[in-house]
């Protein structure tokens, strides 16, 4: 399905898509942060999407969501860096799951043709900067958001 203009959104929506992205993800940095403080290291990593950069018309609230999960990740990674702990965000590009199966051909067309690199993205894809992210080398890399795709 195509994502209604933001004056057709049904608040519902809007505040199910805030229940979800921001305040699942505020929740879970928030216990994730209390359990490794004491520990002096830990890693954060959140999503997010290209749908923000991309400011993809359709995608007002979803992309509020995320630029609120994305200011999220800069704060608590400048609040939990004294306790050792990074905390990043990654933004997958579309990846051929439940979430796009209605979304016509078309439109993920038009967004992959947006990207630098022009195909859908993988789980490897995502689980690589992932990993990234968890390395212990990776230690000073802290508040970034990482787009996959080129965008």
């Known amino acids: 399905e195509v994502r209604a203009a933001a004056v057709d959104v049904a608040m519902s929506t809007a505040e199910r898509l805030m229940q979800t992205n921001y305040l699942g993800t505020f929740t879970c940095s928030r216990e994730a942060a209390k359990l490794r403080k004491d520990a002096g290291s830990g890693r954060i990593v959140n999503f997010t999407t290209v749908a923000v950069p991309l400011r993809l018309a359709g995608e007002a609230a979803y992309a509020a969501s995320k630029v609120a999960v994305e200011e999220l ?5 400048r ?6 702990i990074t905390v990043n965000a990654v933004g997958p590009t579309p990846i051929d799951t439940d979430l796009i199966r209605n979304v016509p051909k078309e439109k993920i067309d038009e967004l992959i ?7 859908m993205g993988t789980f490897e894809d995502v689980l690589n900067v992932v990993e990234f992210f968890l ?3 990776s230690a000073f890399v802290t508040g970034q958001t990482i787009y996959l795709g080129g965008v």
């Open 135 to 137: 390395r212990p080398e």
């Open 79 to 84: 609040e939990l860096a004294e306790f050792g």
């Open 73 to 77: 990740t800069r704060i608590t990674a």
């Open 113 to 119: 043709a947006q990207q630098a690199i022009h195909r």
